[in-house]
């Protein structure tokens, strides 16, 4: 079974960084997008950065440029979220997601109904 798990969630005041991981279990990484996405309360779910698993492009929102960088450790099955300079309104639960299908990510990265294997989520706090 694939599932994605995802780790490192928590609180942090501003200005602080947080690290998230998730593992992907049943699953090889080869040429396929694993996106990260966030979704606070009465918001709808937007995605944050993703990777292209083959050679390592990365995408990012425009609201965490220059803050947040994904990485894969693909031996381990595992991307990483580092997330730099929080800020309050970065919180919110925040969800791995992975493309089964293979192909990379491209300019439909942050398309939400691409990704067919989604983790539960970990919760980030971040307090001004």
């Known amino acids: 079974q694939i599932l994605p798990v995802e780790s490192g969630g928590g609180s942090v005041e501003a200005g602080g960084s947080m690290r998230l991981s998730c593992v992907v279990s049943?699953?090889?990484?080869?040429?396929?997008?694993l996106a990260w996405f966030r979704q606070s309360p009465d918001q709808t779910r937007e995605g944050v950065a993703a990777?292209?698993?083959?050679?390592?492009?990365?995408y990012r929102a425009a609201s965490v440029e220059g803050r947040f960088r994904v990485s894969q450790e693909k031996d381990k099955s595992t991307v990483y979220l580092q997330m730099n300079k929080l800020e309050p309104e970065d919180s919110a639960i925040y969800y791995c997601?992975?493309?089964?299908?293979?192909?990379?990510?491209?300019?439909?990265?942050?398309?939400?109904?691409?990704?067919?294997?989604w983790g539960r989520g970990t919760q980030v706090t971040v307090s001004s």
């Open positions: 997601a992975l493309d089964t299908s293979p192909r990379p990510c491209g300019p439909g990265w942050s398309s939400i109904d691409r990704f067919d294997k």
């Open positions: 049943g699953f090889t990484f080869r040429e396929t997008c």
């Open positions: 990777i292209s698993t083959r050679y390592g492009a990365t």
